[in-house]
């Protein structure tokens, strides 16, 4: 069983930056990518940034390219998603995920990040 458990959302002017962590436990055996997703109200569940279970960056999306900087300190168990130059546009519900090879994603309970004008 893989938990996940997300912090360091708030509220933050634009042109700020946060760090959201996510601190991972349980057997991760058969995941194969860790990632942060995220979710604006009446919208659905995006693909912020990935990296392999080793720490590799895999995939960015375009929007966040060049703000957003995702990895992971291994003796912690856990990973960040370094955000900076935050846009309003970036407000949402910020979910940590696992992805398994086989069966459903795993996912954290989320922390919401706004940013202000």
């Known amino acids: 069983q893989v938990q996940l458990v997300e912090s360091g959302g708030g509220l933050v002017q634009a042109g700020g930056s946060l760090t959201l962590s996510c601190a991972y436990s349980?057997?991760?055996?058969?995941?194969?990518?860790l990632g942060w997703f995220r979710q604006a109200p009446g919208n659905q569940r995006d693909m912020v940034a990935q990296?392999?279970?080793?720490?590799?960056?895999?995939n960015y999306s375009e929007s966040v390219k060049g703000r957003f900087t995702i990895s992971k300190d291994s003796a912690k168990d856990t990973m960040y998603l370094q955000m900076s130059n935050l846009k309003s546009e970036d407000t949402a519900m910020y979910y940590c995920?696992?992805?398994?090879?086989?069966?459903?994603?795993?996912w954290g309970q989320g922390t919401q990040v706004t940013v202000s004008p």
């Open positions: 990296m392999t279970k080793s720490g590799e960056p895999i």
């Open positions: 349980g057997n991760f055996f058969g995941i194969v990518s």
């Open positions: 995920n696992a992805r398994p090879k086989w069966g459903p994603d795993k």
